[in-house]
């Protein structure tokens, strides 16, 4: 079978491409992509390229597929699958995939290390490296945008789990967010951040009482507050507070609205140093700070208050990428209703993954959805009421999310795939 994808030969080096598929195996499946999310790790991959730590070195003569948060239908399943899988069904997939290669770890992942897989394609062949670790997820709920993003949604699940908490007089590590605590996700409208405050005010077992959401851009703060709104959080018992931090003494403030106690977890999802460092200086005691923005640089550094590490018992992690476990919660969160369109403001065809994908972070907004066997221009979500003065397929979308509050839909899609 014939593909066209997107695929990496080197630094910058995209090419939107069509070749031949091979046939299938007895440990592998053949998959129909429907969507994919643009992530700036997919940036990161394109401007890295082979100094990636996933990517391989020979992608000049066996270039490999972009794209990890995608989507799809399976087309035809392997006999060593077909107990568990059956074509027609929905899927998504776990990316960061680990399998030992003799003594050696090796990190591999669909979008960063294969020739035959990644989301920025018409048609992939899974294979057994992410058969054999469960890394192959159906999934039932409506639309397929939601399984695209069930991805980005689970590094936020992972991120809130792996935070911890010390029990006083022992050594003992309480894993996850502090329930009934203080929470402050810092630069936190961003797509990642979004997908944050989502997933707290929905999630079912555990939350904090306050919430508080910060960033220096007023516009992406208003935009938050539209879809992820205050009264909506205070049904699920959050108080949520957004907060415009480019003020002259922003730690003094987010402490202030603590009641000067601190947070118990805080998230950082920019790698700033000034962000770090206001991160720590509003910790509470027994504080937990989750890094969770992925630096590009690897000397990035910033200062960290040792004084309370000592006496305040303050701490700090890292996470990179949720685990299989999480991208299941992720996908049975978003069955049970949690809609993630939130995050995304651009919609765009197979056509506009190179330029997007080397430009990613000057296009401003969230997630940029693309309909891999769609041809469109990256577009705005913002611009259908305008564009649709003209084209009708715009101007219907425009109406469709015009009756979600402005966001994009498992409507807007179905009508987008059928047009």
Same mark, same amino acid.
């Given at each position: 079978?014939?593909?066209?994808?997107?695929?990496?030969?080197?630094?910058?080096?995209?090419?939107?491409? $069509?070749? $031949?598929?091979?046939?299938?195996?007895?440990?592998?499946?053949?998959?129909?992509?429907?969507?994919?999310?643009?992530?700036?790790?997919?940036?990161?991959?394109?401007?890295?390229?082979?100094?990636?730590?996933?990517?391989?070195?020979?992608?000049?003569?066996?270039?490999?597929?972009?794209?990890?948060?995608?989507?799809?239908?399976?087309? $035809?399943? &392997?006999?060593?699958?077909?107990?568990? =899988?059956?074509?027609?069904?929905?899927?998504?997939?776990?990316?960061?995939?680990?399998?030992?290669?003799?003594?050696? @770890?090796?990190?591999?992942?669909?979008?960063?290390?294969?020739?035959?897989?990644? &989301?920025?394609?018409?048609?992939?062949?899974?294979?057994?490296?992410?058969?054999?670790?469960?890394?192959?997820?159906?999934?039932? &709920?409506?639309?397929?945008?939601?399984?695209?993003?069930?991805?980005?949604?689970?590094?936020?699940? @992972?991120?809130?789990?792996?935070?911890?908490?010390?029990?006083?007089?022992?050594?003992?590590?309480?894993?996850?967010?502090?329930?009934?605590?203080?929470?402050?996700?810092?630069?936190?409208?961003?797509?990642?951040?979004?997908?944050?405050?989502?997933?707290?005010?929905?999630?079912?077992?555990?939350?904090?009482?306050?919430?508080?959401?910060?960033?220096?851009?007023?516009?992406?703060?208003?935009?938050?507050?539209?879809?992820?709104?205050?009264?909506?959080?205070?049904?699920?018992?959050?108080?949520?507070?957004?907060?415009?931090?480019?003020?002259?003494?922003?730690?003094?403030?987010?402490?202030?609205?603590?009641?000067?106690?601190?947070?118990?977890?805080?998230?950082?999802?920019?790698? /700033?140093?000034?962000?770090?460092?206001?991160?720590?200086?509003?910790?509470? =005691?027994? @504080?937990?700070?989750?890094?969770?923005? &992925? *630096?590009?640089?690897?000397?990035?550094?910033?200062?960290?208050?040792?004084?309370? /590490?000592?006496?305040?018992?303050?701490?700090?992690?890292?996470?990179?990428?949720?685990?299989?476990?999480?991208?299941?919660?992720?996908?049975?969160?978003?069955?049970?209703?949690?809609?993630?369109? @939130?995050?995304?403001?651009?919609?765009?065809?197979?056509?506009?993954?190179?330029?997007?994908?080397?430009?990613?972070?000057?296009?401003?907004?969230?997630?940029?959805?693309?309909?891999?066997?769609?041809?469109? *221009?990256?577009?705005?979500?913002?611009?259908?009421?305008?564009?649709?003065?003209?084209?009708?397929?715009?101007?219907?979308?425009?109406?469709?999310?015009?009756?979600?509050?402005?966001?994009?839909?498992?409507?807007?899609?179905?009508?987008?795939?059928?047009?």
């Amino acid at each position: 079978m014939k593909t066209r994808a997107v695929r990496l030969y080197g630094k910058e080096d995209l090419r939107l491409e $069509e070749f $031949e598929l091979p046939a299938i195996n007895d440990d592998e499946i053949l998959a129909k992509v429907i969507s994919d999310s643009i992530c700036m790790s997919s940036y990161k991959a394109a401007k890295q390229a082979t100094d990636h730590k996933r990517i391989p070195k020979d992608i000049a003569k066996k270039p490999i597929i972009i794209g990890h948060e995608f989507s799809g239908e399976l087309i $035809e399943v &392997g006999a060593n699958w077909k107990h568990k =899988f059956k074509a027609g069904q929905k899927f998504s997939i776990q990316p960061a995939i680990y399998y030992k290669d003799g003594p050696v @770890g090796v990190l591999s992942a669909p979008g960063y290390s294969y020739p035959n897989i990644g &989301g920025d394609a018409t048609y992939v062949i899974i294979p057994r490296d992410v058969l054999v670790q469960d890394c192959l997820l159906a999934y039932e &709920g409506p639309g397929f945008y939601p399984a695209s993003l069930s991805e980005p949604l689970s590094c936020v699940i @992972g991120a809130m789990h792996a935070n911890y908490h010390t029990t006083p007089g022992s050594y003992i590590h309480n894993m996850e967010i502090v329930a009934d605590g203080k929470m402050a996700i810092l630069a936190g409208v961003g797509p990642m951040g979004l997908a944050a405050i989502n997933y707290v005010i929905h999630r079912a077992d555990r939350k904090p009482k306050l919430c508080v959401v910060t960033d220096i851009d007023q516009t992406r703060l208003d935009r938050a507050a539209s879809v992820y709104t205050v009264k909506e959080a205070a049904k699920h018992g959050i108080e949520l507070i957004y907060v415009n931090t480019g003020i002259s003494i922003p730690v003094e403030e987010l402490r202030r609205i603590s009641g000067y106690t601190g947070y118990d977890d805080v998230f950082v999802f920019a790698p /700033v140093p000034p962000v770090i460092e206001q991160g720590d200086a509003i910790l509470a =005691f027994d @504080g937990c700070l989750n890094f969770f923005a &992925g *630096p590009s640089d690897p000397t990035l550094s910033a200062r960290l208050n040792f004084y309370n /590490v000592h006496y305040a018992y303050t701490h700090i992690v890292g996470t990179s990428g949720g685990n299989t476990t999480d991208m299941k919660e992720a996908l049975e969160v978003m069955t049970r209703g949690l809609d993630p369109a @939130g995050l995304i403001t651009h919609i765009g065809g197979l056509n506009a993954v190179v330029e997007t994908t080397l430009h990613l972070p000057q296009i401003p907004g969230g997630k940029k959805l693309i309909y891999t066997h769609l041809e469109m *221009p990256l577009t705005a979500i913002s611009d259908f009421a305008e564009l649709g003065k003209s084209d009708p397929l715009f101007a219907k979308l425009a109406e469709i999310c015009n009756r979600h509050q402005g966001l994009w839909s498992v409507e807007a899609e179905e009508y987008l795939l059928a047009f």
